[in-house]
């Protein structure tokens, strides 16, 4: 089991890719395929559990005692991050819906595939995985207020709170509980470490397959938004080189340690395109534009993220000499 877990986390990129280009293909011979849309949040509720099984859930009280990294982490993404995109923002067209899409997605945090690439690129995962739940509540808080600084108020009343509760309860909430029963089950019955060897080796399908149904869902709907999808490349492309170096520079300001810096700099540049996206479904007038938008920064942060695992470790390697 180990070596399968191990094969596909040091291969996932291209396995997201082929889901993509399999999705892809899908769509374009099976229009119907948009019809997969309310498979999406049970898939990413699978993912979830799977990815919160990897850690052990008994050491996560630990991790929170990291003040120096959940403070980090905590300014990063919501003092930080915020000011970078607004800055961004001006750059791109004037025209409302896409600068709220650009902005549904740079404002919300990772909380799923990021403490995989994290771990990849020799962070403090484990502390990571356990910001995972303080970091959705916040996103899902204070969304809508940066949204009314930014955008205006019209913009803002476009996202209600209630899905962003829906998505706490049903991708956090649900999935941990699970989680820690599982490992509950695993330490104390040979039939429940079974299971957990078997559900160890899934979180990179389970990803897949949630990039898999998010694109082929989408994409029939695409084609009149590509134009607007390629416009916002630029704006995704420069937070993709700006973000892991904001995170990081925070992160050594409040003297984290060098793996805490690592996993601060992959959140500040990995961002929630999976989860916000039904969210983005649900936005009156939001389709096609809107998931079109989102799934280009998914596009470009997967390619960023190949790029990340190798760089950021040096980054740091060269940064921490000098008294992490």
């Known amino acids: 089991m180990d070596t399968s877990r191990s094969f596909l986390e040091n291969r996932q990129v291209w396995i997201y890719f082929a889901a993509i280009l399999l999705a892809v293909a899908a769509s374009s011979a099976i229009p119907a395929t948009t019809a997969l849309e309310p498979s999406i949040n049970p898939a990413l509720a699978f993912m979830l ?5 990897q850690v052990p859930l008994v050491e996560l009280a630990a991790a929170f005692r990291n003040g120096r990294f959940l403070t980090a982490l905590l300014v990063t993404n919501f003092i930080a991050v915020p000011m970078l995109v607004v800055g961004l923002i001006w750059f791109a067209p ?8 650009i902005m549904l997605v740079l404002l919300t945090p990772c909380i799923d595939y990021v403490v995989t690439f994290t771990h990849l690129g020799q962070g403090d995962a484990r502390s990571l995985l356990a910001s995972t739940p303080i970091l959705l509540l916040l996103q899902m808080l204070l969304l809508p207020v940066y949204l009314g600084l930014f955008l205006g108020d019209d913009a803002a009343n476009l996202v209600q709170p209630e899905p962003f509760l829906h998505a706490f309860v049903w991708l956090i909430a649900v999935p941990l509980l699970l989680a820690a029963l599982v490992q509950y ?3 104390r019955f040979p ?5 957990f060897d078997i559900l160890g080796v899934l979180p990179v399908p389970a990803t897949a397959l949630v990039l898999f149904l998010v694109i082929a869902a989408v994409m029939p709907q695409i084609g009149e938004a590509s134009s607007a999808a390629l416009s916002a490349a630029p704006i995704y492309i420069a937070y993709a080189v700006i973000a892991p170096v904001l995170g990081w520079l925070v992160a050594r300001a409040f003297r984290a ?12 540049a990995t961002r929630n395109s999976l989860v916000v996206l039904p969210l983005a479904f649900a936005i009156p007038g939001g389709i096609p534009l809107l998931p079109a938008i989102i799934v280009m920064q998914t596009i470009i942060e997967l390619i960023s993220e190949l790029i990340y695992i190798r760089v950021i470790p040096r980054f ?7 008294g992490a």
């Open 316 to 322: 740091s390697r060269k940064r921490g000499s000098k």
């Open 94 to 101: 004037d025209e409302p819906m896409l600068r709220l899409a």
């Open 185 to 187: 089950a695993s330490a």
């Open 191 to 195: 039939a429940g470490r079974k299971l």
């Open 257 to 268: 340690e060098t793996g805490a810096a690592r996993a601060v700099a992959f959140s500040a």
């Open 49 to 53: 559990f799977v990815t919160f099984l």
